[in-house]
């Protein structure tokens, strides 16, 4: 098996140096219109970018190669031609043995270049004969995949030779994340979305360089993830959700499904279980993890705090041992959310105990904890991380115990604040945050005390009380969360309100090719596209 890699690896080798060679000798020059790479409107802004103000003609003799005997490299080589294909309709060879004639060439290689500090960086180079993707890792060249895409232009020019080509501009972008975490939560638990609308909303976190979705997966109102070993979770407590609907459930198979997607896209699944509060449907399904006092039965509102599982109780921790072993085999990640958040009805005591407890069953099973910020007054390991969404108190305690942590501010991260007072989708008990003030706010000096060394990332988190269709849960994601994405992945000297929102008004033809119906806000100069589809207005 190694031989064979070896001998094919040997062959893209040969077959490039050759096109290089090839290159060298032609006397023709194809002298093409004078482009900027620095005008480019990508999102996140990319580390540093070098203009050579010539371009690339990408048309249907390109051909990709990719180094061969590197793990992953090949299937990112596959992924972006089908992602050409997708935008320009042009069939690109990946990896072809023959020798087919061609004049330009697109190089996804494995490189120890000292220039990439990390996993996810890349170098990549653009001359008018070819495109050269450097990056230490396939996750890396994957990310400078998504810089590639966004700069192949939406239409083609056909008049500079017989083919039509898209022309791209030449030069060098070196870049790397500012933040390890970049991510979004999206809660299926009150309002149930399927398999294939969180595959759509991969997709387009994937191109704006998000590499963390947090799955909501349990609530008062629904318990969304198969537990064999407690079937009424689901049968019971999936079968509603809020305002009465059908609800639903992922299968183990299904959710197996979500995350090798999201792995496809180099997207890490985080799956919460929220607990000991927001536990209602558990309640209902298996009365005896009850501790409010109460006969449990189903719930379709949308208060919070009343719910409690009883933290004094073995039974109670054989269920979360079997709920996190369950879960924790299905999820490659290196991440478990126990939740930790509103349990207003569980006494303080009570708390502390029942999320030590929980910390220790999480790291039995190979996972870091992660829970909401009110976990910090419990007694819990180093490695556990809080995401803090309200108290900046508890942000700093957390720091002060060593831990991580996840900046998801509700004033300024959580996509389902309205944007303003006519928004029709949303709540607003943090405030409104239309698509400026989501984006102008500095994660690295949010809180005070709390420096970039402290922070993990950044996630910006969807609740779905009011929302019950992908549709409207688009509007109140986008454009905010294309926002969070540079701001988790692009530097500060890099982040600019007045560049920004210039760049993010050229994003409506990918957005509308992909149907997305984000959110038309006037504070932004939207392009028009050559797709079309009706936004949901805000009136």
Not at 24 to 35: A, G, H, M, S
Not at 47 to 66: E, M, Q, R
Not at 209 to 216: A, E, S, V
Not at 365 to 381: L, N, S, T
Request: aromatic share 12%.
């Amino acid at each position: 098996m190694k031989k064979s890699i070896l001998i094919k690896s040997l062959v893209v080798l040969a077959v490039f140096s050759a096109f290089v060679a090839c290159q060298q000798e032609k006397k023709k020059v194809i002298n093409f219109p004078t482009t900027d790479l620095s005008l480019e409107n990508l999102i996140p802004r990319p580390l540093k970018i070098v203009a050579t103000n010539s371009a690339f003609g990408l048309d249907k003799n390109t051909i990709i190669y990719t180094s061969q005997n590197s793990i992953g490299f090949p299937e990112v080589g596959e992924f972006l031609s089908e992602k050409i294909k997708w935008q320009t309709d042009l069939d690109l060879p990946v990896n072809s043995t023959t020798n087919p004639s061609t004049e330009r060439i697109i190089f996804i290689n494995q490189s120890d270049s000292t220039t990439i500090s990390t996993k996810e960086g890349y170098d990549l180079y653009i001359t008018q004969d070819s495109i050269i993707l450097n990056a230490k890792t396939a996750e890396g060249a994957f990310r400078g995949v998504q810089t590639l895409r966004q700069i192949i232009p939406e239409t083609s020019n056909d008049t500079l030779s017989e083919n039509k080509m898209w022309l791209i501009p030449t030069g060098k972008i070196t870049d790397n994340p500012n933040f390890e975490y970049r991510g979004s939560m999206l809660d299926v638990a009150r309002h149930f979305f399927s398999v294939e609308d969180v595959k759509k909303y991969i997709d387009i976190l994937a191109y704006y360089k998000i590499n963390t979705l947090h799955l909501h997966l349990t609530d008062d109102q629904g318990w969304r993830i198969e537990i064999k070993s407690w079937p009424k979770l689901t049968e019971i407590g999936g079968s509603t959700e809020v305002g009465g609907g059908p609800g639903g459930f992922y299968t183990q198979e299904d959710y197996k499904d979500i995350v090798a997607y999201a792995a496809k896209h180099f997207i890490t699944i985080v799956p919460e279980v929220d607990m000991p509060g927001h536990t209602n449907a558990a309640s209902v399904a298996y009365p005896i993890l009850n501790g409010n006092g109460k006969t449990p039965k189903l719930y379709t509102g949308t208060e919070v705090g009343f719910s409690t599982f009883d933290a004094n109780k073995d039974t109670v921790y054989a269920f979360i041992d079997d709920v996190v072993r369950e879960i924790s085999a299905i999820t490659p990640g290196p991440y478990f959310h126990a939740g930790g958040d509103e349990s207003h009805v569980t006494k303080k005591k009570d708390f502390i105990h029942f999320v030590s407890k929980v910390d220790k069953i999480v790291k039995k099973y190979g996972k870091r904890m992660i829970g909401w910020d009110e976990i910090v007054h419990a007694d819990v390991d180093t490695t556990a991380i809080a995401q803090f969404w309200a108290n900046e108190e508890n942000a700093k305690l957390a720091v002060e115990k060593g831990l991580k942590v996840i900046l998801s501010p509700g004033k300024k991260a959580y996509l389902d604040m309205q944007y303003d007072t006519l928004s029709k989708y949303g709540l607003h008990w943090a405030g409104y945050i239309p698509v400026d003030t989501g984006y102008v706010w500095t994660p690295e000096r949010y809180v005070q005390g709390i420096n970039k060394k402290n922070i993990l990332g950044v996630e910006a988190p969807l609740w779905s009380e009011t929302v019950s269709n992908m549709d409207e849960v688009e509007y109140l994601a986008f454009p905010r969360m294309i926002g969070y994405s540079e701001l988790s992945w692009s530097t500060e000297e890099n982040r600019n309100w007045e560049n920004y929102k210039v760049r993010l008004g050229n994003q409506a033809p990918y957005l509308d090719k992909m149907n997305v119906k984000y959110y038309p806000s006037e504070l932004i100069e939207w392009k028009k596209s050559k797709y079309t589809y009706k936004t949901i207005d805000k009136d």
